[in-house]
Structures are given as C-alpha cells and as structure tokens.
C-alpha cells in the first residue's frame, strides 16, 4: 500500500518526492491523534517511521535522502523518495495483481435462519464472475480479527447486508472503506422502509445506521431479487 501511494504522487521515472513527518504519519499508517504539532516528532512515532523506511531500503524499493537539521526534528521536516527500478518492478507486479483479483469479502449475520441471503448472495458474486469470501466456511487456525482484516484488504470489494443487525459488519465496511475499496450494501425491503417498532431499543437495533444513509443501498424483495440486482449492481460498479 505505502509502494502503490508513492507511486501515485510521482510524475515520471526517477522523480524525487517530499513528505513531512506529519504527512508520513498518514501515508505509513501511524496513529497519530495524539501528537502536539508544537512540539517535535516524539521518538515513538519517529522510531516506527525510521523502521519501515529501512525494511523499504532494505529491499531496495525505494533511496531516501533526509535534510540535514539541528536539534530536534519537527513535523514539517521532510524526507525525500525516489522508487528504484526493483520498487517499480514490485509496483507493476502489485497493480496486475489488483486488475486480476476476484476475490469479494462479505459481511452480514450468518446465523442459520439468514442462510437464505448467504445463498443469493454467493450466487449473485460469482454470476457477475467473482469468487465470494466468506468467513463462515474459510476454515482456518489464526485470531479471527487480523485475520478478517486480513481477507478484506487483499479483496477487490466487500458486500454488506445488514437485513439482521450486525454491528461487526459496520466495523468491516468502514475499514474497507478506509482502504478505498467499493462497498456495496444490501438490505431486504421490509427491513429497509420499517417505521414502526415497538420501542426505541428495537429501532436502534434494527434500523439501518445513519452512516449509511447518504449511500445508495441495493433494496431486495425475495433471493432471486437480490441475486439478479447484485450480479448488475457489480458489473455496472466494479465491471
């Protein structure tokens, strides 16, 4: 991700770009709520910026060249890359593999009375031509959270039905969507436009979250519904 940013801000071959500190918080993917712009880098944050740039020089993806400063080192000091003909062979061999990938993480409830939406679903994903990940039937032996976040980063997109409230299902949309990923996001009809409920325990439970109500949510009355929609809604946006 750091290799596929760099690129992104660079204009031709060879080319020299500058970060502050400040930026290469955001670009390596450092916690940084907690800094004092006033003061300078504290050596926490300096330490973990300093360990992934010598893993990147290390494997010869990119030189770095730092100017020269006195004293303490603010955020707005800058350090410069330059991608080497080894990062930009990693780069290409990186965007072919984005082009090619098929891979669709899906985030709902799996309980067994929803088996019926898993079923539209898988069938939606793989009659649009892509290959559905599901953690209910990935078998494996690893922590289920990394793991998770694992399978969505590497995942061309994600799908979310919250029909039956899921609140880890929000948790992996919005990573997602902090990756920039597309999201697209399913909710069975009757579900969708209920307005009654019997007390505002159930309304906060069941109603779909004010997060997503500025994005288009694919509305599905029966399987087939969902089905047939998803397989166009994923062709038109994803292709």
């Known amino acids: 991700l750091i290799l596929l940013y760099l690129n992104s801000k660079t204009n031709f071959v060879g080319e020299n770009c500058e970060f502050s500190y400040l930026e290469l918080t955001d670009i ?10 006033n003061n300078y880098v504290n050596n926490n944050i300096r330490e973990q910026i300093d360990y992934i740039n ?6 010869h993806y990119i030189n770095i060249s730092s100017l020269a400063h006195v004293g303490g080192l603010s955020w707005t000091h800058k350090i410069s890359y330059q991608i080497t ?28 009375e929803n ?20 953690m209910k039937k990935i078998i494996h032996n690893q922590q289920i959270i990394p793991y998770m976040l694992r399978l969505i980063k590497e995942c061309k997109f994600l799908i979310m039905d ?6 880890g299902a ?33 309304e906060k439970a069941y109603k779909p979250h004010f997060d997503i109500a500025q994005k288009q949510v694919l509305v599905w009355e029966t399987p087939e519904d969902l089905t047939k929609q998803l397989k166009e809604w994923i062709k038109y946006i994803i292709g």
């Not at 390596?28 to 712009?37: A, H, K, P, T, Y």
């Not at 990693?90 to 309980?111: C, G, P, T, Y």
């Not at 939606?124 to 031509?129: L, Q, S, T, V, Y």
């Not at 919250?162 to 609140?167: A, E, L, S």
């Open 28 to 37: 390596f993917m450092i916690d940084n709520r907690n800094i004092n712009l």
């Open 54 to 59: 010598s893993y990147l020089k290390s494997v």
């Open 85 to 112: 003909p080894t990062g930009l062979a990693r780069i290409d061999e990186l965007q072919k593999k984005q082009i090619n990938n098929k891979d669709v993480f899906v985030a709902m409830s799996f309980r067994d």
């Open 115 to 134: 088996e019926y939406i898993f079923s539209a679903i898988k069938d939606g994903i793989i009659e649009a031509g892509y290959s559905d990940k599901f």
């Open 162 to 167: 919250i029909t039956d409230p899921n609140y």
């Open 170 to 202: 929000y948790y992996e949309a919005g990573y997602a969507l902090g990756l920039n990923k597309e999201v697209i996001i399913t909710c069975k009809k009757d579900v969708f436009e209920k307005k009654n409920f019997d007390s505002p325990l159930e």
